[in-house]
Each structure stands twice: as structure tokens, then as C-alpha cells.
């Protein structure tokens, strides 16, 4: 789902941090997608691209479920709810005018201020700019660095499961959003709001899978696959589970079911906690993709 607790932006990266991963739907043209319009420039690394495609085409189809309302805007991705949690109030992929950069950004700012409820705007290379970032800070919100990384899917992981782990594709139940909720730290409230964001999507756009030791659910993660892409988010592990390589079994098996989907790519946004594990699996730092988050005052 960076920021000032691991419990505040949702899924969309490890165990230390989060973003809800929300499926797209492929169009029968295969690597097409409906309501998704790559912007894959000349002048942006392929690498770059892929990750911010894959996330920012999460926030599109976010902001057209019935958990949230879209704002009207065509220049940026934004929806507001009545919960109050940064994920179900979000901002991102922002392409103001040249030279409007500055006022839009306010304008948008200024009107999730004034709900009072927390928020999240999460930047990309190609979706902030200096007059942006200006802006942003000038309201006390500081960015929070988030490395994006990049990794081929050149072959089969091994996930180098420890005696009594078993890794599992699991759908969309109770127990899943558990695991990742108290992985995350979340509050209690978001809990049912998830399970009902992930629920109507299927295995084909966004695959969870669950680790268990000895039988007890410990880990989980999900795989959110757009085209060639697969983008790794939820990784989540219990406090008293870590450092029993869960993560790594859990990230390793979504890349084994992205690549059998035929996805050739696999990208994820990484906490510095969860960073080395992704380095051993073959990612690397391609780009920054700060999230900015505001909560109100007590």
C-alpha cells in the first residue's frame, strides 16, 4: 500500500509498508487492456514504464469501484470514501498542464484537506514535478522515498521452502485478509473494506497466494498482472513469523505464477526492509515512486 507508519497506504508493496492491488480486466486482444492506456514514452526506460503502468493502472480501476468515488477530473487519477485510511482516499497519476502544475495541484490538495480525512498521493517519474513537489511540501507533506524495482522472468524460482512451509494459491477469504491485515499492522476498521475490494476479482488479473507453517497461516502476497507484467504487492508476514524466509517463498511463487501466465516482467515498489529480499530475487532500483501522505491533526 513509506509514510509515517507501515499501517497507513495499504498493500501495494511489502511487509513494512502497503497498496491494495486491484486487478484490470485483459480485453480479448490478450496484452490489450480495457480502460488502461499505457504510456510508454521514447524517451522512459522500458523498466521504468512497467512499473509505473502496473500501479497506476491499479488507481484507474480503483477509482471505478463502488467502494469509493471517482472525482470528476481528467487530468489525475483521484477518489475519496467515507473510510478513513489513506488507501481509500488517494491521489495519483497527475499529468497537469504545463505551467498549471502548481494551481491544480493546490486545487486538488485543497479539496482533500478539507474533508479532514487522511490521504494518500503517490507519485511516479512521470506523474510529479517540481512545482508539484513544491506545493506538496509547502503543506508539511513530505515525501517518503520508495524505491521501484524491476526484474526479468527468465526462468523458474526456486522458493527454497524451509521443512513445514507449504506456499498455496489461495481465493480472496477471511483468512487471506487476515494474514495480510495483521501483517500490515492495520487498524480493524479497513479490514472488510479490503475483503470487499478484492473480492470480485479472479485469479486471471490478480493470483494470492498463502504460506503456512506446520499448517498456520504466516505470510501472504498477491500478483497483479497486466499484460507482460507482473507487478508484486502484499507481502505481507506476521511479526512473530519474520525472518524465516516466508517472504521470500511467498514473492518467489507469485513470480513462478506470473511467468506460467506468461508474463515476461515482474516489478514491485519495496520498503528498505523488504528491499534485500527483492535483491536476492533479481530485482533492481529502476526509479522512485515517493508517496506523500496527509493525516489530520489528532
Same mark, same amino acid.
Given at each position: 500500500?513509506?509514510? +509515517?507508519?507501515?499501517?497507513?497506504?495499504?498493500?501495494?508493496?511489502?511487509?513494512?509498508?502497503?497498496?491494495?492491488?486491484? +486487478?484490470?480486466?485483459?480485453?480479448?486482444?490478450?496484452?490489450?487492456?480495457?480502460?488502461?492506456?499505457?504510456?510508454?514514452?521514447?524517451?522512459?526506460?522500458?523498466?521504468?514504464?512497467?512499473? *509505473?503502468?502496473?500501479?497506476?493502472?491499479?488507481?484507474?480501476?480503483?477509482?471505478?469501484?463502488?467502494?469509493?468515488?471517482?472525482?470528476? #477530473? #481528467? $487530468? =489525475?487519477?483521484?477518489?475519496?470514501?467515507?473510510?478513513?485510511?489513506?488507501?481509500?482516499?488517494?491521489? !495519483?497519476?497527475?499529468?497537469?498542464?504545463?505551467?498549471?502544475?502548481?494551481?491544480?495541484?493546490?486545487?486538488?490538495?485543497?479539496?482533500?484537506?478539507?474533508?479532514?480525512?487522511?490521504?494518500?498521493?503517490?507519485?511516479?517519474?512521470?506523474?510529479?514535478?517540481?512545482?508539484? $513537489?513544491?506545493?506538496?511540501?509547502?503543506?508539511?507533506?513530505?515525501? !517518503? %522515498?520508495? %524505491?521501484?524495482?524491476?526484474?526479468?522472468?527468465?526462468?523458474?524460482? $526456486?522458493?527454497?521452502?524451509?521443512?513445514?512451509?507449504?506456499?498455496?494459491? /489461495?481465493?480472496?477469504? !477471511? *483468512?487471506?485478509?487476515?494474514?495480510?491485515?495483521?501483517?500490515?499492522?492495520?487498524?480493524?476498521?479497513?479490514?472488510?473494506?479490503?475483503?470487499?475490494?478484492?473480492?470480485?476479482?479472479? %485469479?486471471?488479473?490478480?493470483?494470492?497466494?498463502?504460506?503456512?507453517? $506446520?499448517?498456520?497461516?504466516?505470510?501472504?502476497? /498477491?500478483?497483479?498482472?497486466?499484460?507482460?507484467?507482473?507487478?508484486?504487492?502484499?507481502?505481507?508476514?506476521?511479526? /512473530?513469523?519474520?525472518?524465516?524466509?516466508?517472504?521470500?517463498?511467498?514473492?518467489?511463487?507469485?513470480?513462478?505464477?506470473?511467468? *506460467?501466465?506468461?508474463?515476461? *516482467?515482474?516489478?514491485?515498489?519495496?520498503?528498505?526492509?523488504?528491499?534485500?529480499?527483492?535483491?536476492?530475487?533479481?530485482?533492481?532500483?529502476?526509479?522512485?515512486? %515517493?508517496?506523500? =501522505?496527509?493525516?489530520?491533526?489528532?
Amino acid at each position: 500500500m513509506a509514510g +509515517p507508519s507501515r499501517a497507513l497506504t495499504g498493500f501495494l508493496v511489502d511487509d513494512a509498508v502497503a497498496t491494495l492491488a486491484v +486487478p484490470i480486466a485483459r480485453s480479448a486482444a490478450g496484452g490489450a487492456l480495457n480502460g488502461y492506456r499505457p504510456n510508454v514514452g521514447r524517451d522512459r526506460d522500458p523498466r521504468v514504464a512497467a512499473v *509505473e503502468d502496473n500501479l497506476l493502472a491499479q488507481f484507474e480501476l480503483l477509482a471505478a469501484t463502488t467502494q469509493v468515488t471517482a472525482l470528476p #477530473d #481528467d $487530468d =489525475v487519477v483521484a477518489y475519496t470514501s467515507d473510510v478513513a485510511f489513506p488507501l481509500f482516499n488517494a491521489i !495519483s497519476g497527475a499529468r497537469f498542464a504545463p505551467g498549471a502544475e502548481a494551481r491544480r495541484t493546490t486545487e486538488v490538495l485543497e479539496g482533500y484537506v478539507r474533508r479532514g480525512r487522511p490521504f494518500l498521493w503517490w507519485a511516479t517519474p512521470s506523474t510529479m514535478t517540481p512545482e508539484m $513537489d513544491a506545493v506538496l511540501r509547502s503543506r508539511g507533506i513530505e515525501p !517518503s %522515498p520508495q %524505491p521501484g524495482m524491476h526484474a526479468p522472468l527468465t526462468g523458474p524460482v $526456486d522458493p527454497r521452502l524451509q521443512p513445514g512451509v507449504e506456499v498455496s494459491v /489461495s481465493p480472496v477469504t !477471511s *483468512e487471506l485478509v487476515e494474514v495480510m491485515a495483521a501483517g500490515f499492522g492495520f487498524p480493524e476498521h479497513v479490514v472488510e473494506p479490503i475483503r470487499l475490494m478484492l473480492t470480485p476479482f479472479g %485469479p486471471d488479473t490478480l493470483v494470492h497466494v498463502i504460506a503456512r507453517l $506446520d499448517g498456520v497461516p504466516l505470510s501472504a502476497g /498477491s500478483a497483479f498482472l497486466t499484460g507482460r507484467t507482473a507487478g508484486i504487492y502484499n507481502i505481507a508476514t506476521l511479526d /512473530s513469523a519474520r525472518r524465516q524466509g516466508l517472504g521470500y517463498a511467498v514473492t518467489a511463487t507469485l513470480l513462478n505464477l506470473g511467468r *506460467e501466465r506468461g508474463c515476461t *516482467e515482474a516489478v514491485l515498489m519495496a520498503s528498505e526492509l523488504g528491499r534485500p529480499t527483492y535483491e536476492r530475487l533479481g530485482f533492481v532500483e529502476v526509479c522512485q515512486t %515517493p508517496q506523500y =501522505v496527509w493525516l489530520p491533526e489528532g
